[in-house]
């Protein structure tokens, strides 16, 4: 985790280099609505899980990992979404949704089952959009940001 943070703020910094007006003020609004929905979702999972563990039954303890889980995937997936809606960036949207519907299947198959359609089918899935789109920068000669 702390590989890809340093990583997206390396790219993001990069990529941003340069903008401004309604661009650079939008994209700034975009970033620390990823901030403050991760935040929210932490803050919610934690405080859900503290009344969980009060009640102490296996059940209980299902649905606190299955939220701490299934929240911050909900932000990824309609964040993407709402990024693809700003950008006008179709694969985005399709990833968004992506995310959004592994959540839902990771969601009712439970877990650790869950987790493993998360990594593979979520996480899996964002690692191949990545190639493919740093390959079609590449063909279009856009490089790198």
């Known amino acids: 985790l702390a590989t890809a943070l340093v990583a ?10 340069g903008l401004r007006g309604r661009t650079s003020r939008i994209g ?3 970033g620390l609505t990823w901030f403050a ?3 929210t979702a932490m803050v919610l999972t934690s405080r859900t899980g503290a009344y969980l563990d009060l009640i102490g039954t296996p059940q209980a303890t299902e649905l606190g990992n299955t939220l701490s889980s299934a929240l911050p995937c909900l932000v990824v997936g309609t964040m993407f979404m709402t990024g ?4 006008d960036e179709v ?3 399709w990833l968004g949704g992506w995310i959004l ?4 299947v990771a969601t009712l198959v439970g877990l650790p089952t869950g987790w493993w359609v998360m990594s593979l089918l979520g ?7 990545g190639v493919v789109s740093l390959l079609r920068r ?8």
């Open 37 to 39: 929905s991760m935040a």
């Open 138 to 145: 590449r063909r279009a000669g856009r490089g790198v940001a």
């Open 123 to 129: 996480g899996g899935a964002m690692l191949v959009w």
């Open 28 to 30: 700034a609004v975009y």
């Open 84 to 87: 693809a809606l700003i950008w």
């Open 101 to 104: 519907v592994m959540t839902v």
């Open 8 to 17: 997206t703020i390396v790219i993001t910094a990069r990529a941003v280099r």
């Open 91 to 93: 694969d985005m949207a």
